[in-house]
C-alpha cells in the first residue's frame, strides 16, 4: 500500500464506519495518547523499565506493532482533514534531510 493509498484507504473507512472526522484538535490529542502508549512499550521492550504483573510480555511485540498503526492512523486522519499530502510531504522532508544532513552524520564520531 502507498501513503497514497493509505489516505484514500482512511478516508474511506472514516466516511463509512467512523461516519465522519473528530475535530482537528480531538486527533492531535488522541495522537499524543497513541504516542505515548508507543512510548511505554518501547520504554518497557527497549529500555530499562520492565513490565507490570498485570502486562503481558510476550504479547508486547505484538502490541507495539499494533500502537504504532494506530499512531499512523490519526496522523493519516490529520493528514486527510488539513489538505497534506503525506506522499509529497515526506518528500520534501527527504530532501531537506539529505541536503543538510549529507555529511553531517557521516563525521559524526557516535555513529561510527
Not at 88 to 102: F, H, V, Y
Given at each position: 500500500?502507498?501513503i497514497?493509498?493509505?489516505?484514500?484507504?482512511?478516508?474511506?473507512?472514516?466516511?463509512?464506519?467512523?461516519?465522519?472526522?473528530?475535530?482537528?484538535?480531538?486527533?492531535?490529542?488522541?495522537?499524543?495518547?497513541?504516542?505515548?502508549?508507543?512510548?511505554?512499550?518501547?520504554?518497557?521492550?527497549?529500555?530499562?523499565?520492565?513490565?507490570?504483573?498485570?502486562?503481558k510480555?510476550?504479547?508486547?511485540?505484538?502490541?507495539?506493532?499494533?500502537?504504532?498503526?494506530?499512531?499512523?492512523?490519526?496522523?493519516?486522519?490529520?493528514?486527510?482533514?488539513?489538505?497534506?499530502?503525506?506522499?509529497?510531504?515526506?518528500?520534501?522532508?527527504l530532501?531537506?534531510?539529505?541536503?543538510?544532513?549529507?555529511?553531517?552524520h557521516?563525521?559524526?564520531?557516535?555513529?561510527?
Amino acid at each position: 500500500m502507498t501513503i497514497q493509498q493509505a489516505q484514500e484507504t482512511v478516508d474511506t473507512w472514516i466516511r463509512t464506519i467512523g461516519v465522519r472526522y473528530f475535530s482537528e484538535l480531538t486527533n492531535t490529542a488522541i495522537l499524543m495518547e497513541e504516542v505515548g502508549e508507543v512510548a511505554r512499550l518501547m520504554a518497557r521492550l527497549y529500555g530499562e523499565q520492565s513490565f507490570k504483573n498485570t502486562e503481558k510480555a510476550d504479547t508486547a511485540r505484538e502490541d507495539l506493532a499494533d500502537e504504532m498503526a494506530d499512531v499512523l492512523f490519526v496522523l493519516i486522519c490529520l493528514a486527510n482533514q488539513t489538505g497534506t499530502d503525506l506522499t509529497e510531504a515526506l518528500r520534501k522532508n527527504l530532501e531537506k534531510k539529505t541536503g543538510r544532513d549529507a555529511e553531517r552524520h557521516a563525521r559524526n564520531e557516535k555513529l561510527q
